[in-house]
């Protein structure tokens, strides 16, 4: 008999039918989002051969280099998410200022934020890259909302996802009931359910961080990861094994698959420059804090839970760790003991 496969849009469907008063208009919207994360897929997979490599000549609002998919991949998550009438508006890392949905098309109830290509600085190495979205219900002006309606906490979040465009092309979700992993099928041109109920191992013996940062890192850190390295002989009576991508979705992806911890920390030179962290709260702490929860994993900065965060700007950057549980805890322990 024919083996038969979920797709994400069967999945999405009857995920629905658990939402009182759902309309049909969240499906529709995911349908959408993934619509615009293949076509991403596609551009990504073809690279030089459809000349989106290297540098755009431009800079973002935070001041960072853009990449040509940078650009590229922010104009199809806008195009194919403008005209349905789901959203009131979306803000994205590429943006500066809230993007509102053209007079032309109908508003709808939710907002989006996206980093179009997280992890850009690898896309000319041909390492891998993703696509991160979070979703929210507009609570106020759903006309022309301002960057203020944007600003609710991570646990207000409806829908929070990720596209992994690595050896395999993937999408994880989380709507709050789990965490589902789906893999591309290029023959039929659609997202299979592969990863049902993704689950973080509360225990780990592998850290990422990026290390040559090690001498701005606050104490908390520097004593967690020194202990890391100590191994066997040292405090944790253990080995533990390290890796570091630059690429958050992919780091992402490995602590959903078999545990781990990701460290993006305050330092004393992001201290000394007034920024708050790396990671943006709005489009990547808080979706990837969102799924890694309902996967059973903790998210914090080092004081606080990420989601917890209220947020102040758009573009707001916080301190980021995140991954297997009880580390997790343990590296909040010592930023409490430590203060
Ligand atoms: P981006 O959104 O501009 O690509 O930056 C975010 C990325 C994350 O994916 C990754 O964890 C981090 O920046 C890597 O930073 P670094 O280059 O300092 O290692
Ligand atoms: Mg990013």
Redesign the pocket.
């Known amino acids: 008999m024919h083996n038969h496969r979920t797709t994400i849009t069967q999945f999405i469907i009857e995920e629905q039918r658990h939402i009182p008063g759902a309309t049909g208009d969240f499906t529709s919207l995911l349908n959408d989002v993934v619509t615009a994360c293949k076509v991403i897929s596609n551009l990504v997979n073809h690279g030089a051969l459809v000349g989106v490599l290297g540098a755009a000549g431009s800079e973002?609002v935070?001041g960072?280099d853009q990449k040509k998919m940078?650009v590229i991949s922010n104009e199809v998550f806008l195009k194919s998410n403008e005209w349905a009438g789901h959203l009131a508006a979306m803000a994205s890392?590429e943006m500066e200022e809230v993007y509102q949905i053209p007079s032309q098309y109908p508003r709808g109830k939710y907002l989006m934020t996206f980093?179009p290509?997280?992890?850009?600085?690898?896309i000319d190495v041909n390492v891998s890259?993703?696509t991160i979205f979070s979703i929210l219900r507009c609570k106020g002006n759903c006309v022309n909302p301002s960057a203020e309606d944007f600003l609710q906490r991570g646990t207000e979040q409806v829908c929070a996802g990720y596209a992994l465009y690595g050896p395999s092309t993937m999408m994880v979700l989380t709507t709050g009931r789990g965490v589902n992993g789906f893999t591309l099928d290029q023959n039929i041109g659609e997202f299979v359910l592969t990863h049902p109920n993704m689950t973080i191992p509360a225990d780990t013996r592998e850290f990422a961080i990026?290390a040559?940062?090690m001498r701005f890192w606050e104490a908390p850190v520097k004593r967690y990861v020194d202990e890391c390295l100590a191994g066997k002989e040292g405090a944790r009576g253990s080995d533990f094994n390290m890796r570091?991508?630059?690429?958050?979705?992919?780091?992402v992806h490995r602590i959903l698959t078999r545990g781990g911890v990701?460290m993006?920390p305050l330092d004393s030179k992001m201290k000394a420059k007034g920024v708050e962290g790396?990671?943006?709260l709005m489009y990547?702490a808080n979706p990837m804090g969102f799924i890694v929860e309902q996967a059973g994993g903790a998210a914090i900065t080092g004081q606080h839970r990420i989601l917890d965060i209220q947020p102040s700007s758009l573009h707001q950057r916080v301190p980021v760790i995140l991954g297997s549980k009880n580390e997790v805890e343990l590296i909040a322990k010592y930023h409490q003991e430590m203060k």
């Open positions: 973002n935070q960072e940078d890392e980093d290509l997280d992890g850009s600085s690898n890259v993703g990026n040559s940062n570091w991508i630059a690429s958050m979705v992919a780091e990701f993006y790396k990671l943006r990547e």
